[in-house]
Every structure is written in structure tokens, then in C-alpha cells.
């Protein structure tokens, strides 16, 4: 089962030998034992990748299944010691992951040392295979997906610009106005990044077509260019708290508001989540709550109340 295991996770038998640790012709050698015993053939070998066929696709759907059932009967006699252990595979969002995911991932290594944990950032981490994680972290609402969302703390997203764009551009008053400014584009998570929509006074909703300036994939550096005064962006709460707390960048529209991106955590199928997804889950609603950026920056001024 851990040999089939090894090999729905590898490129090539090259690959499934460094992974389970032994020599390619030990893993062709038990590959061919395998398939003796089965009497069917598991494994198309003539492209040179790791192929299954319809029968191999069957048995590791099955021994799969079987090691989550071993998995989970041992973590029950674990927890009933109040000990956890395993493998624990976490996915976020880059920046997000960065600041926020990994010191909780810290801390929870130093009380279970048991539990070997990854933690991949990406920029868009919903997008990676679901038989690999355990728990992903998504910034924005997902009103469609076969496993459970459980919100983790709210986000605004709020509009910013520096006090010297300000001051050389003037402020904005109402959605419309954007389009006669200079406005930095984020593209991620497969997103509508040019359209931004707001609720204004007397639950009025716009949205405006922003026209394409600078653009990146990145949000350090959209950051970087807001704060340098290049323009105004639409960002999450936590990625600009701090700037807007130290009077970096200000708050822009305040009565005109764009939908949340709540933070998110992706679960898994019930049956197959472990204790320490469990464990983890409840270490990272207690670090987010109350969500750590709203103090820095929920009593600032805003670019109208400077401007008075």
C-alpha cells in the first residue's frame, strides 16, 4: 500500500525510488511482483513516466483508502494519550502565509513535535491537488466547494493610496471618479481584477472598470508601488494595517464599501481529517481571533478627516 502510494506520487520509478528511499530496480523489481500477483498489468511504461492503467488506477484508489483508515484508527488511539503525530500538509496564499500562517505553524511544531509538517505558499493554493493537503487558507469568499469552509476572521478590503499620490492627485470621492486615476492591479486566484465594486450611502452598489495601468502578480510589490505613491490600490485589511496605522497610506472613500475576503479554511473530506488538522485548525482560530490587523489601523484618520 505505501509502495502504490509512493508511486501515484511520483513523476517516474526514478522518482518513486527516491522517494520510498531504495534503488530503481528495486522499485521496477517489486513493481513486477506486483503485478505477477495481481495478474494485471498496473503501470503503462512506455512513455518513461508513471502511467497507471485503468486496473493500477483501481488498486491505488483502494490501498489509498486503506491507509487513511489505518491512519485515522491510529490517530484515535493517539488522541485518547492526548498525543498527535503524523504528517500534517498545510497550503495559503504567499503573502498572507508569510506574516500570518507560519509563526502559528511554528508554534504548533514546538508543542507537538510528533507531527512533521509542510507548509506550501502559492498564490493560488485552492488550485493544488486535493489528495495532498490537509488544510488550505484562502483569502475571499467561496460560495461553491465540495469540502467545508470554516471562517477563520473577517477582512475587509479597503481602498488606499499614500499621502503623496493624495496630494498630487486629489482624492476620489465617489467609484466613478477611479477611472480619471491611477489604479494598481493585483491579479490573482483567476479573479475579475479589473472590476471593482463597492456599497455606498443608502446601499447604493457600483461597480467601475478599472483601467489597466501597472499590473502584477504580486502583492508586495503592488504594496510597494502604493506606498511609493504610484497609485491606488484595493487590498485586503491585512496586507495594508499597518501602512495606514503608521500613516504610510490613507484610507480612501470610507463611506463607499467593497465586499469582505473573509480569511478561510479549506477542509477536507470529515472522515479523513486527523487529529492534528484538528489541533491545527483550532491553534490558528485562536491566533486569528480577533482578526491581529484591525487594532493597528481601525482608529486611524482617514484621507478625508486629514484633508479637514
Not at 502504490?4 to 518513486?16: D, H, I, M, P, T
Not at 500538509?89 to 507560519?102: K, M, S, V
Not at 505613491?229 to 497610506?249: C, H, K, P, Q, Y
Request: proline share 6%; hydrophobic share 45%; with cysteine.
Amino acid at each position: 500500500m505505501i509502495f502504490l502510494s509512493a508511486l501515484s506520487r511520483s513523476s517516474s520509478l526514478a522518482a518513486a525510488a527516491r522517494l520510498l528511499n531504495v534503488t530503481p530496480p528495486a522499485v521496477t523489481q517489486r513493481l513486477r511482483a506486483l503485478e505477477a500477483r495481481t495478474g494485471v498489468h498496473l503501470v503503462d511504461r512506455g512513455t518513461g513516466e508513471i502511467i497507471f492503467t485503468d486496473e493500477g488506477e483501481l488498486l491505488v484508489d483502494a490501498s489509498k483508502r486503506i491507509l487513511q483508515e489505518i491512519d485515522s484508527v491510529s490517530e484515535l488511539l493517539r488522541e485518547r494519550k492526548s498525543f498527535v503525530s503524523g504528517q500534517l500538509h498545510i497550503a495559503g496564499p504567499t503573502g498572507f502565509g508569510r506574516r500570518y500562517l507560519a509563526p502559528v505553524v511554528e508554534a504548533f511544531s514546538k508543542l507537538h513535535p510528533q507531527v512533521t509538517i509542510t507548509l506550501n505558499l502559492s498564490d493560488n493554493p485552492v488550485h493544488m491537488r486535493s489528495d495532498y493537503w490537509d488544510l488550505i487558507v484562502h483569502i475571499g469568499e467561496m460560495p461553491t466547494h465540495p469540502f467545508q469552509l470554516v471562517k477563520l476572521a473577517l477582512n475587509k478590503r479597503l481602498l488606499c493610496a499614500s499621502p503623496d499620490y493624495v496630494q498630487q492627485h486629489g482624492t476620489p470621492e465617489t467609484p466613478r471618479d477611479l477611472v480619471k486615476h491611477n489604479c494598481l492591479i493585483l491579479r490573482e486566484n483567476d479573479e475579475d481584477v479589473t472590476m471593482w465594486r463597492f456599497c455606498g450611502p443608502g446601499n447604493s452598489n457600483l461597480a467601475v472598470r478599472i483601467a489597466e495601468g501597472m499590473t502584477c502578480n504580486d502583492g508586495d510589490v503592488i504594496l510597494a508601488w502604493a506606498l511609493s505613491g504610484m497609485g491606488i490600490v484595493l487590498r485586503s485589511e491585512w496586507d495594508v494595517a499597518d501602512a495606514l496605522a503608521t500613516g504610510n497610506l490613507v484610507h480612501l472613500m470610507p463611506d463607499w464599501v467593497s465586499p469582505d475576503a473573509p480569511v478561510i479554511a479549506l477542509l477536507g473530506p470529515r472522515h479523513q481529517r486527523a487529529a492534528r488538522t484538528r489541533f491545527f485548525l483550532e491553534e490558528l482560530r485562536q491566533a486569528l481571533n480577533p482578526a491581529p490587523w484591525r487594532a493597528a489601523w481601525e482608529h486611524t484618520a482617514s484621507v478625508q478627516d486629514l484633508l479637514k
